[in-house]
């Protein structure tokens, strides 16, 4: 049976809960710009009733206030992180296809390869009509380094590109640990403070706001789930596991989190790459972290892309024979996917993979007419390892079906290559002023300052070569230059056979040949070499407007769901001063119940006591 002065407690708990809410509305509105806020409810319900042992039941004991409890709905969260993975993919994409894009421009704004190419045969033009003339051959001659000189800049370019990416990739897992380490500890926080009955709002939205950096980094799964007691099954203890998985692997479990790493590789995956990419692995299990696979997404996937996309084109086999050999043994690949020197990619030492097993290499050759390679190990396979490999398929590097970096600079590769060997073979043609045979004119650098002449090139005999010996394999963006013989002495270009020379012509075939090169042989993907820009800017551009198409939709639907979740879990100022306005008159209206239970009470005791 209630006391006397049961109407004093009813009012009591009216004031206490009005309170409460108004505090809560106070709270809202002092957070109303704070990054990653969610609105906040006092959650009422009624006091347990009474039994009075009277004829009209149970009596109400006023209210109670259960919780301060966020508003929030998990399915747009779930749907923002999906989306802002896509939206951080398709950004960092367009960021570094644009920097792409930068070094192919040819127009009043900047000097590229098609200028320079016209200027390069228009001064091989003027040979045409003296062919002896030194100072027409020293001009294009200079023209023909600014052409080599392009491409050193292209590839020096594309070089920086992939470099900043791989300074990226490591920012961006280093931003991924701190971010795991940082919600293991709230995880922690919000148990300790939630196992006593309290809700962590403030502690979750922290948590949120991480999760929301994340998702714009990797893709990111949720699970929360309530700790029972395990003698009752249906008792709540305020305690929640929750675990947080990146690429579908756990990164955060309640309080322990994993880490990723980043570590430089030993061998090149391309011939072009710079030395000390990072591959990312599980610290605690170095198995490695495929952020470039399809099924993920976000800015660590384009940044992937970006520095290792090959556009699916990177170098494959099957195994046919694994044999003896000087140093190790030798693995012999049939229905390579590279079937051409311009297209080689492969460093000439690095790691070949075969039955998911790393073997490191030391040099390869190519025979065209078995269409074979035959792959120099540093090491001597087992006869269980040998029949493992048979028959089964090796690779280098894995197939990025992106147009990155090694992309761009494969497509450079071997328009040189092609040009560089056409052109040469015209040079051999001929003679030189002193009636020496013809040499090279385009050449590639070595380390050491002297120069890769293609001397081991057998026009008759095709795409033969090995990584020991002198063929176009070597010639990159990165070392074409036309050979020092030529830029000393001008008089050792060749532009006469040998019966013109002593003929003294004045229609010299050669150059006629050579002029050939500028758009009517066929160099480059079908088409003539004043074609190779076109094609590059194209692939560009088709990557780049796709980036900006979807990052915009992305954008769009980002926002979409944003506006979802703040009309949800956003602080409405309007909405915060009708709460405010309605807890104040119940604040008030419970302030005067008291009032009147004071009066009544009054006389009570002081008027009616005997």
Do not use: H
């Amino acid at each position: 049976m209630p006391s006397t002065f049961f109407g004093l407690t009813i009012s009591s708990s009216a004031l206490t809960s009005f309170q409460a809410a108004t505090n809560t509305v106070a709270n809202n509105i002092s957070n109303v710009n704070t990054k990653g806020y969610t609105r906040q409810e006092a959650i009422r319900v009624a006091a347990d009733a009474l039994r009075v042992n009277q004829k009209y039941g149970m009596a109400g004991s006023g209210v109670d206030t259960t919780e301060i409890k966020q508003i929030r709905d998990f399915y747009y969260d779930v749907r923002y992180w999906e989306n802002n993975a896509k939206v951080g993919l398709y950004d960092s994409k367009l960021y570094y296809m644009q920097q792409i894009e930068d070094y192919l421009i040819d127009d009043d704004s900047a000097k590229g390869f098609s200028t320079i190419l016209d200027e390069m045969f228009n001064a091989l033009n003027t040979l045409n009509s003296n062919p002896n003339d030194l100072d027409k051959r020293q001009q294009f001659i200079s023209k023909s380094q600014s052409f080599a000189t392009f491409f050193n800049g292209l590839n020096t370019g594309l070089s920086k590109i992939q470099e900043d990416c791989n300074k990226e990739i490591a920012t961006q897992v280093e931003n991924i640990n701190s971010i795991a380490q940082k919600i293991a500890l709230l995880n922690k926080q919000i148990n300790v403070i939630e196992l006593q009955g309290t809700n962590a709002n403030e502690l979750r939205d922290q948590r949120a706001l991480l999760v929301d950096e994340l998702s714009e980094l990797v893709p990111v799964e949720v699970t929360e789930t309530q700790v029972k007691n395990s003698n009752y099954p249906n008792m709540y203890t305020g305690a929640t596991d929750y675990v947080l998985k990146i690429n579908g692997k756990t990164l955060v479990n309640n309080f322990e989190y994993k880490t990723l790493k980043c570590v430089a590789r030993d061998e090149k995956v391309n011939q072009s790459d710079i030395e000390g990419l990072y591959d990312i692995y599980w610290a605690d299990s170095n198995i490695p972290y495929n952020a470039a696979s399809k099924a993920s997404d976000g800015r660590l996937r384009a940044l992937f892309e970006i520095r290792d996309g090959n556009n699916a084109e990177g170098f494959s086999g099957k195994v046919q024979n694994v044999t003896a050999g000087t140093g190790g043994d030798i693995v012999t690949l049939k229905n390579p996917s590279i079937t051409d020197v311009n297209y080689m990619t492969m460093p000439e030492k690095g790691i070949l993979t075969m039955n998911n097993t790393q073997y490191r290499y030391t040099g390869f050759t190519y025979d065209e007419a078995t269409k074979t390679y035959q792959f120099q190990l540093d090491t001597t396979l087992s006869v269980e390892e040998k029949s493992k490999v048979m028959g089964k398929n090796a690779a280098i590097g894995e197939n990025i079906d992106a147009m990155g970096i090694p992309y761009y600079q494969a497509q450079a590769n071997a328009f040189l290559r092609e040009f560089a060997k056409q052109f040469n073979e015209i040079q051999k043609k001929g003679v030189t002023l002193d009636g020496t045979p013809g040499d090279s004119f385009f050449v590639g650098e070595k380390p050491d300052g002297t120069e890769w002449n293609f001397g081991d090139y057998n026009s008759t005999v095709g795409s033969n070569m090995n990584t020991s010996g002198n063929y176009y394999y070597w010639l990159t963006g990165a070392n074409v230059k036309v050979t020092q013989n030529v830029v000393k002495t001008p008089e050792n270009m060749v532009t006469l056979t040998a019966d013109e020379l002593a003929n003294g012509t004045d229609n010299p075939s050669l150059v006629n040949e050579m002029a050939q090169l500028y758009k009517n042989v066929k160099m480059f993907r079908g088409s003539g070499a004043n074609e190779f820009l076109r094609c590059l800017i194209s692939d560009n551009s088709v990557d780049t407007e796709k980036s900006q198409l979807f990052l915009k939709n992305y954008s769009n639907i980002s926002e979409t769901i944003v506006q979802k979740r703040m009309s949800i879990s956003g602080v409405d100022e309007d909405e915060e001063a009708l709460d405010m306005l309605k807890f104040q008159n119940a604040y008030n209206l419970a302030s005067r119940m008291i009032q009147t239970m004071s009066e009544m009470y009054d006389r009570l005791i002081l008027e009616t006591g005997v």
